[in-house]
């Protein structure tokens, strides 16, 4: 994870979607579209952002508990409240 990918998926959550080359355009990102680009992609390949095609992306559950410190997506495992690894989620495996 890294700075831009906090960034991201901060305003992707605030505006319900995201298109890489609207990302790429916003002050708060500082990287090229290319690179906006390959972040999203890894971050859907874990599961916290979701393509909806043409460069288009969502957040997940996943994506909106790493954001509020529920998730650690380095080691992919549920935080409980005390900061302990939990097991997944039924969300987690209900998400579409």
Do not use: F
């Not at 509020?68 to 080691?75: C, R, S």
């Amino acid at each position: 994870m890294t700075i831009w990918d906090d960034r991201i998926l901060e305003i992707i959550r605030e505006e319900d979607a995201g298109r890489v080359g609207d990302l790429a355009e916003r002050d708060g990102i500082r990287i090229s579209q290319p690179s906006v680009s390959r972040r999203c992609q890894k971050l859907a390949e874990h599961g916290l952002l979701r393509p909806l095609g043409n460069g288009v992306y969502t957040i997940t559950d996943r994506g909106k508990a790493y954001l509020d410190e529920e998730y650690d997506a380095e080691n992919e495992v549920y935080l409980n409240e005390n900061g302990s690894i939990s097991g997944p989620t039924a969300s987690e495996t209900s998400e579409t």
